[in-house]
């Protein structure tokens, strides 16, 4: 059976720079995407629960709180904090507590999970768009979210 391949953008457009990841998605699909290869947004992380558990190979691509401005990280779940507190996070339930969940709801079912992360300042609600510095990111972070997949595929 072939794992499904998803790209999850995650964010709430109308936070400004926290729709960055639904910004990548919106790039990725402005081209064409590899066959076989999903993408779409979810504006929660708690919404990536069932896909974690079906064992999909999932690139996950958030907003991080941090600086300097768009700067594009790649990270495992592990590395993000599972507090959720964390002012990292600009979501109150963040992935590491979505990967965790999952994981402990259905041990050994869960595929492989990585995170192209683009950091933000703090997010503002009621605000559409992202700001220049985030904004020029996006073709980075969606090479990047596809460079992962690939990966994942090889190993």
């Given at each position: 059976?072939?794992?499904?391949?998803?790209?999850?953008?995650?964010?709430?457009?109308?936070?400004?720079?926290?729709?960055?990841?639904?910004?990548?998605?919106?790039?990725?699909?402005?081209?064409?995407?590899?066959?076989?290869?999903?993408?779409?947004?979810?504006?929660?992380?708690?919404?990536l629960v069932p896909l974690l558990r079906e064992g999909a190979t999932l690139i996950l691509v958030d907003a991080l709180v941090g600086s300097p401005a768009g700067a594009v990280l790649v990270l495992d779940p592990e590395n993000l904090s599972p507090a959720p507190q964390d002012p990292a996070s600009s979501h109150g339930f963040g992935v590491a507590q979505a990967v965790e969940l999952a994981r402990a709801l259905s041990p050994g079912d869960c595929g492989p999970v990585r995170v192209v992360a683009i950091t933000i300042p703090r997010p503002e609600r009621y605000r559409i768009g992202l700001s220049p510095a985030v904004e020029a990111a996006v073709p980075e972070a969606a090479t990047r979210a596809l460079a992962l997949l690939a990966a994942s595929e090889e190993g």
């Open positions: 059976m072939t794992r499904r391949r998803i790209i999850v953008g995650l964010g709430q457009r109308a936070a400004g720079d926290d729709g960055v990841g639904p910004a990548v998605v919106d790039a990725l699909r402005a081209g064409p995407l590899p066959a076989g290869v999903e993408a779409f947004c979810l504006t929660q992380p708690v919404e």
